[in-house]
């Protein structure tokens, strides 16, 4: 499989294009480590974006979401034309002008067609890796989904072609007339972090912290 995804008219930048890679292991590391998503599309001519939770699977991204809303049941035709982003902050850039100030992020974008899945055996997969996806070792101790749960559920499949992956890192970059001016500048470096388990409120004590929500933490990958 080539390194790189294939740059399309779809996937050219037109600002910032030095920012821009179609690099495949670049593209995989922030969907993985990205918890949410934001899904783009198109119902009854108005835009709407939407949060959902995703999982990689090869070169396949899963979403899902409702039975009953009106854009996934459409979906089951020629498939949802959508746009995925997952964006990942890891600093505030702050310049010496309020006019390059900036951030570090790492943003995917992947645009196509979402078909639902129909096969029964990968819908339940891909439900399963989505629990794993945003904690490992969480699908094997839970109860899995009911015959009423699957059929109220939808899940989606977006194949990974149309992608891009844009970049910033480093410092500010001010203007040359502006270097001595007396303000601060520099990087406020950001990072998600985990902190203890809460419990429910109705949980048995005899029931322990099992070691997959003990040693939950995010975990940077590229």
Known sequence: MPSEYTRS???????????VTYDREAVHAVLDEGLTCHVGYVVDGQPVVLPQLHARVGEILYLHGSSGARALREAGGSGL??????TLVDGIVLARSAFNHSINYRS????GAAEVVTDEAEKQSALSRLVEAIVPGR?????????????????????????????????????DADLHLPYWAG??????????PEPAPELSESVSLPTHVSSWTPSRKY
């Open 139 to 175: 699908s094997a101790e839970v109860r899995g989904p009911t015959r009423k749960e699957l059929v109220a559920t939808t899940v989606l499949r977006l194949p990974l072609q149309d992608v891009s992956l844009k970049v910033r890192t480093g410092p500010p970059v001010d203007d």
């Open 9 to 19: 008219q779809r996937t050219s930048a037109t600002r910032h294009t030095d920012r």
């Open 81 to 86: 034309e959508v746009c995925v982003t997952v």
């Open 187 to 196: 990087v406020l470096p950001t990072a998600m972090t985990s902190a203890a």
């Open 108 to 111: 995917v974008v992947i645009r």
